[in-house]
Antibody, heavy 123, light 112 residues
């Protein structure tokens, strides 16, 4: 059974960079897409982006200028960096495995999720 | 202001059936598969439906999905109090060259 666990600081100062890591256990990070999704308190889900195990990425256009997702296959981990954060970036951040219908369709659904980690942006 | 539109809330009595709608456009639902998620209070979302109407292993057949044109629907029969949760639809949006994942704003289900 694949399990994902987010880790990183729970408090980040405005204008600084938010950094989180997701550790995948129970399966290899290879041959799949891996995503970050966030949920502001009391609000809905927002897709941040994904990375393929080979390193190719795709980001939400609304966050693209501030987001970097990277992967470390040797550690079975992938990471999120979000720069120049403001209070609007306060949210529960989830890592998830993204899957697709066929090799020619995009990875649009998420079958395994981490428990989520709350990141608060405040001075 | 989510790309996909869901009703904020729905309610029904135990044992009854409820449907939750998800409306989009030709750049998303109209030309891509739809997924549905259940989020119980204080927990991570859980995949209920993918590819419009397929259920992952372990999801009971009380949950069903359908799609017509630019809208999708999640159906839940034999409602139980444990079904009280927020439900989200999701899909791919092809309006930009790279495409991206979009979600609905979520629907809170109350089992009266």
């Amino acid at each position: 059974q694949v399990q994902l666990q987010e880790s990183g600081p729970g408090l980040v100062k405005p204008s600084e960079t938010l950094s989180l890591t997701c550790t995948v256990s129970g399966g290899s990070i290879s041959s799949y897409y891996w995503s970050w999704i966030r949920q502001p308190p009391g609000k809905g889900l927002e897709w941040i982006g994904y990375i393929y195990y080979s390193g190719s990425t795709n980001y939400n256009p609304s966050l693209k200028s501030r987001v970097t997702i990277s992967v470390d296959t040797s550690k079975n981990q992938f990471s999120l960096k979000l720069s120049s954060v403001t209070a609007a970036d306060t949210a529960v951040y989830y890592c998830a495995r993204a899957d697709m219908t066929t090799v020619t369709t995009p990875p649009y659904y998420f079958d395994y999720w981490g428990q989520g980690t709350l990141v608060t942006v405040s001075s | 202001q989510s790309v996909l539109t869901q009703p904020p809330s729905v309610s029904a009595a135990p044992g009854q059936k409820v449907t939750i709608s998800c409306s989009g456009s030709s750049s998303n639902i109209g030309n891509n598969y739809v997924s549905w998620y259940q989020q119980l209070p204080g927990t991570a979302p859980k995949l209920l439906i993918y590819d419009n109407n397929k259920r992952p292993s372990g999801i009971p057949d009380r949950f069903s999905g359908s799609k017509s044109g630019t809208s999708a629907t999640l159906g839940i029969t034999g409602l139980q109090t444990g079904d009280e949760a927020d439900y989200y639809c999701g899909t791919w949006d092809s309006s930009l060259s790279a495409g991206y994942v979009v979600f609905g704003g979520g629907t809170k289900l109350t089992v009266l």
